[in-house]
């Protein structure tokens, strides 16, 4: 009996969209869509194994991404709250760690800049932060300090005359060991309240260690930050943020975003374990002719489409003003759980070679992992639904 050869991208519903929710975009979007898709098809995907395997960043990537222009899609140019989702499904299905550190540049520091930074300061800032001449991080978490960083912030602020002296550390913090600006989220010492600051990060004072050994998005460069009296201007202090309140408006975004992530982790993991499966013979046939392999290639994307489904209602609700942190959370919360099962069978479809990372499964299974705790953890973010539900917080 000859080989069976079976074309996988020629099969219907090869693209994952089950329920063709991208027919939900106007023609224009979708194009954009597709072109975002084909570039990240040429320009990531084939070497986002070896910068994982590698740990290292692929700086050299970045004036390509300053050319295909995503940086703000809602707020700068203009697009529906479901194509900057959709976008952000697509950086993840080719890689978790570049779609990270858009997710960082792009969601959280440049987010940080629009909402909470005053008009003039915007004028000076962001044309340079759109065009990725400036890259940025987000300095929030800390050492000892994570889901109740909000009402625990170690790092201290004290107004002297025309400047803010900064002390304290935080951690986590991607993109942190070759960014050029930071924003840095610290407690003022005269009032308790929690402001932020965009931070140069050549100023004396300011240090920032890679995080080594990771098993979860090795390409992205988390750091370790000190802050040792770092002198910042106070025009360099974001005129919007003067308490904790105004932070979560930025966070509010960026939970949803993550949620956009698990969605792509998991239309990632149906597209390598369901080749792999067409591809791979077992017992002189197809993997994929058995039925319990089918069962989980449905079950990876029973679960995918479900987490998109409920994407695509919350970025509707997002563009029209009407989306609640409580369904953010609900968001965040249901989707990176189904993306545990869903990554997990697909490393399990692969057998060995699935925690090889030469077959791509192995680092989509392992940066589930961080998609799994960041921007909230799924405990946190359940209790906050807990809360909206029953009135009664689990948690101060």
């Keep these: 009996m000859g080989r069976t050869v079976i074309d996988p991208d020629n099969l219907p519903y090869s ?61 700068r140019q203009g697009h529906s709250n ?28 440049t987010g940080s800049i629009e909402v909470l930074a005053s008009n003039e300061q915007k004028e000076a800032w962001l044309p340079d932060i759109y065009a990725l001449k400036k890259i940025g991080a987000f300095g ?13 912030t170690r790092t201290t602020a004290r107004r002297e005359g025309g400047q803010w002296i900064l002390n304290g550390a935080k951690r986590w913090i991607g993109n942190a060991t070759f960014s050029d600006w930071v924003v840095i989220f610290a407690r003022d010492l ?5 402001k932020g600051f965009l931070v140069d990060t050549s100023l004396p004072g300011y240090t920032a260690t890679k995080i080594e050994n990771k098993i979860s998005l090795r390409t992205v460069q988390n750091a370790d930050i000190i802050l040792d009296n770092v002198a910042v201007p ?26 956009w992530q698990a969605v792509g ?44 489904g409920m994407m695509v209602q919350l970025a509707q609700l997002e563009d029209a003003g009407a989306a609640q ?16 099962e869903s990554v997990a069978l697909g490393r399990s479809i692969l057998g060995g070679n699935g925690i090889v990372a030469d077959y791509e499964m192995a680092k989509i299974f392992a940066d589930a992992e961080a998609i ?12 906050v639904v807990g809360r909206a539900i029953t009135g009664i917080a689990a948690f101060v």
């Design 15 to 75: 693209d994952g969209d089950f329920y063709a929710f991208e027919q939900l975009l106007a023609p224009a979007e979708r194009d954009r869509l597709q072109e975002v898709r084909d570039w990240l098809a040429k320009e990531v995907r084939p070497i986002a194994v070896d910068c994982w395997t590698r740990g290292q960043f692929p700086t050299e990537i970045i004036p390509k991404l300053a050319e295909l222009d995503v940086v703000s899609p809602v707020r």
């Design 82 to 109: 479901l194509l900057a989702g959709m976008i952000h499904a697509e950086f993840t299905r080719a890689d978790t760690s570049i779609a990270t550190f858009m997710g960082v540049h792009d969601g959280l520091f």
């Design 140 to 152: 929030l978490t800390e050492p000892l300090g994570g889901s109740d960083v909000a009402g625990g």
């Design 190 to 194: 005269d009032d308790n309240q929690v």
């Design 234 to 259: 106070e025009e360099y202090r974001l005129q919007g943020a003067n308490s904790f309140k105004d932070t979560n408006k930025v966070l509010k975004v960026t939970r949803l975003a993550v949620a």
């Design 265 to 308: 982790q998991q239309l990632a993991a149906f597209d390598v374990a369901r080749n792999y499966s067409l591809q791979r013979q077992q017992f002189g046939k197809p993997l994929a002719s058995f039925q319990l392999v089918q069962q989980q290639l449905v079950q990876i994307l029973g679960n995918a489409v479900a987490s998109m």
């Design 325 to 340: 942190d409580e369904q953010s959370a609900l968001a965040k919360a249901f989707t990176t759980a189904r993306m545990r």
């Design 372 to 383: 799994y705790s960041y921007e909230g953890t799924h405990e946190i973010n359940s209790l």
